[in-house]
């Protein structure tokens, strides 16, 4: 039974029934049993074999309700952007014949990755665009937008550029560039980008997803990205403490 006396406010006590519930649903989701091509571009190689080996989070580490919040926006501001573009006359598929989510396998199942969508055909958006294309779409806070909007996506988010070129190298669509769009959560102010595609990004992405999931499987952790279980990086890590009580 939940104490509400420990809460300070009517609002906080209806969070704290709707975070253990959404903690609840999380929790009874099947595990993940594969490197999930959406994170190769994360900055450190051991946290990606501690997700590929969904390894326990550190006690207390668990993904806290307002964080599970922000991952249901997307999907909605995903949903909304999907209808938005097909109001605008694009021809966006999201599904296969089956119902189920684009996307590919490979390694034996080992790596696996779910696009956002593809493009058959729409609009014509002007000289380097063309059909069919990679769509991917991210929501964003005010600031991370704008440092897109400033800095471009291979600067400003290097992990959701990796992202995009090793979706278009194992979906076949590395002929067009692709379409990276983001929606302002703030402001609904939509960011568009035409991503060429990066052999040697998605290259360098594929190579790694070989270099985790072996040396996972053959019980080698590699190397820390950072010196200092002090960095932000670290500091936010669910496998901070497991991290740095090993060598």
């Not at 600067?155 to 995009?164: E, H, L, M």
């Amino acid at each position: 039974m939940m104490d509400f006396n420990a809460f300070k406010s009517f609002s906080g006590q209806l969070t704290a029934l709707i975070d253990a519930a959404m903690q609840r649903t999380r929790a009874a989701q099947p595990r993940r049993t594969y490197l999930g091509a959406s994170r190769l571009g994360a900055a450190c190689e051991r946290a990606l074999q501690y997700e590929v080996a969904d390894a326990p989070v550190d006690p207390g580490r668990e993904t806290e309700g307002r964080l599970l919040r922000v991952f249901e926006r997307g999907h909605v501001m995903e949903d909304c952007m999907a209808a938005w573009l097909r109001e605008a006359g694009f021809d966006l598929r999201t599904r296969n014949a089956a119902g189920e989510q684009l996307g590919f396998s490979a390694l034996d199942g080992r790596l696996q990755g779910h696009v956002d969508g593809v493009l058959v055909a729409g609009p014509d958006l002007g000289p380097g665009f063309g059909y069919p294309a990679l769509w991917e779409n991210k929501c964003l806070g005010a600031k991370s937008w704008r440092e897109l909007d400033k800095h471009r996506l291979a600067v400003a988010k290097p992990i959701y550029a990796a992202q995009v070129a090793i979706y278009q190298a194992y979906l076949g669509l590395h002929e067009q560039p692709a379409l990276f769009t983001a929606v302002n959560a703030d402001t609904m102010e939509i960011y568009a980008e035409r991503v060429p595609f990066d052999a040697g990004l998605a290259q360098r992405m594929s190579d790694r997803a070989v270099k985790v999931i072996t040396a996972t499987e053959a019980g080698e952790l590699l190397p820390r990205a950072f010196a200092e279980p002090t960095h932000v990086e670290c500091r936010m890590c669910p496998w901070q403490d497991r991290c740095w009580r090993t060598t």
